[in-house]
C-alpha cells in the first residue's frame, strides 16, 4: 500500500475492529483470527479505490457489531426483567 | 437554556454477560477478575442526558459514581459517551461491599446541592443488587419531585413531562425541575462509546472525592447474613404412555 492516508485509515479500521472484538460473543480470539485473515487476504491490494471501497465494508462491519452488542443487552435485560 | 445542569449517576456493576458465581463462604459473589461495565440502565440514563445536551436542553452533564478505584474506568466510558465532567467517589473496595442506596443517595443529593443540578437521572436499578432505590431516596433527601421508569422524556415551558411505564401501561406525569428521573428499558438506545471517543475523554476532567468531603458516613446499616444461589431446577422424566403419565400424576398428588 503506497498512499500512506489510506495506509492509517486502515490501521485505524483494524485498531477499532479489535477494540470491538473484545465483546464479542465467541470470544476475542475468534474475532481476532478471523479479522486478521480478512485483512491479509486483501494486503496486496494496491487499487486506491478498491481499497477504499474495503475500507468502507470495514466501517460497515463496525456498525453492524455495534447493533449486534446494543441488541443482545436489550434482549437480555427484556428477558430479565419484563418477562 | 443556559445554565441548566444534569448530573447522572455511575455504577460499576458486574457485566450483564457474565454468569455471576457465589462467593464458597457465602458473604457475596465473585468480583475478582471478572469484567465489569456501567449498569446498563445508568448507560441509559447517560444517553438521554447527552441528547437533552445535544437538544440544547441542557448545558453541562456530570457523571458520578461511587466504589473503589476501577469506578473511573465506568466513569471514563460515561465521558466517552458525552458527559463533560465526572466526579469519583473513592471508597475502600472493603467499605464498597456494605454500601447500601442510602449511602449513595446521600451522596447524589450533596453533590447535586453542591454543584447546583437542575436534574439528576440514574438508572432505574442496578443489575447486580436490584435495590431499585437510590433514585427515589435522592428525591426524598433534596425533596425534589421525582419521575421513575421514564420510558420518555419532553421539556415544556420549564416543565418536564414524563412517561412512565407501569404495571399494565404508561402514565404520563408533569413535573417541575429541579427533579429527580430514574430511567426505564424503553427509554433510548444508548450509543456505544467508541475508541476514539474513549481516547478523547481521557483529557475531560475527573475529580476524585472521598465520602468524607461530604460529609457521608458510610458506616453500614445492614449486615449480609448469606448469599446463596438461586434453587437449580430439577431435571425432568421421560413417560412411554398416557397410563405411566396418569400413574406418575397419581402419585405425585397432582390429579
Known amino acids: 500500500m503506497s498512499n500512506p492516508k489510506l495506509r492509517s485509515q486502515v490501521i485505524n ?15 476475542y480470539t475468534y ?3 478471523r479479522c486478521k485473515t480478512a485483512f491479509m487476504k486483501n494486503k496486496d491490494k494496491t487499487d486506491e479505490e478498491e481499497i477504499k471501497m474495503l475500507i468502507a465494508r470495514g466501517k460497515f462491519v463496525e456498525k453492524e457489531l455495534e447493533a449486534l452488542y446494543m441488541l443482545r443487552k436489550y434482549r437480555t435485560l427484556k428477558k430479565r426483567y419484563y418477562e | 437554556m443556559s445554565g441548566f445542569r444534569i448530573l447522572v449517576g455511575c455504577k460499576r456493576v458486574i457485566d450483564y454477560a457474565v454468569k455471576v458465581r457465589v462467593k464458597p463462604d457465602k458473604t457475596g459473589v465473585v468480583t ?8 446498563p440502565f445508568d448507560e441509559i440514563a447517560v444517553e438521554e442526558a447527552v441528547r437533552m445536551k ?63 443540578a437542575d436534574l439528576v437521572i440514574v438508572g432505574k436499578q442496578a443489575i447486580d443488587d436490584d435495590c431499585n432505590q437510590t433514585g427515589q431516596m435522592t428525591a426524598s433527601l433534596l425533596d425534589w419531585p421525582q419521575a421513575t421508569f421514564a420510558s420518555k422524556i419532553e421539556k415544556s415551558n420549564g416543565d418536564l413531562s414524563v412517561m412512565r411505564e407501569i404495571d399494565g401501561g404508561l402514565e404520563t406525569i408533569k413535573v417541575k425541575v429541579p427533579a429527580v428521573l430514574t430511567s426505564d428499558l424503553r427509554l433510548n438506545e444508548p450509543r ?16 476524585t472525592k472521598k465520602p468524607s468531603d461530604y460529609g457521608v458516613d458510610i458506616t453500614p446499616r445492614q449486615e449480609i447474613v448469606s448469599v446463596e444461589d438461586p434453587p437449580v431446577r430439577q431435571a425432568g422424566q421421560k413417560v ?3 397410563e405411566e403419565l396418569v400413574t406418575k400424576l397419581k402419585e405425585a398428588g397432582l390429579v
Open chain 2, 54 to 116: 445535544e437538544k440544547k436542553l441542557a448545558s453541562e452533564i456530570i457523571a458520578v459514581s461511587c466504589g473503589p478505584q476501577q469506578c473511573q474506568e465506568t466513569l471514563r466510558t460515561a465521558l466517552a459517551m458525552g458527559v463533560d465532567r465526572a466526579i469519583h467517589v473513592i471508597t475502600e473496595p472493603k467499605e464498597y461491599e456494605s454500601m447500601q442506596p442510602i449511602h449513595v443517595s446521600k451522596i447524589l443529593s450533596k453533590i447535586a446541592t453542591e454543584e447546583k
Open chain 1, 31 to 33: 474475532f481476532r483470527d
Open chain 2, 32 to 39: 475478582e477478575g471478572v469484567k465489569h461495565s456501567m449498569n
Open chain 1, 13 to 27: 479500521l483494524y485498531k477499532t475492529l479489535l477494540y470491538l472484538g473484545k465483546e464479542y460473543p465467541k470470544g
Open chain 2, 240 to 242: 412411554e404412555s398416557v
Open chain 2, 192 to 207: 456505544y462509546a467508541t475508541l476514539p471517543n474513549i481516547m478523547k475523554a481521557k483529557k475531560k476532567p475527573l475529580v
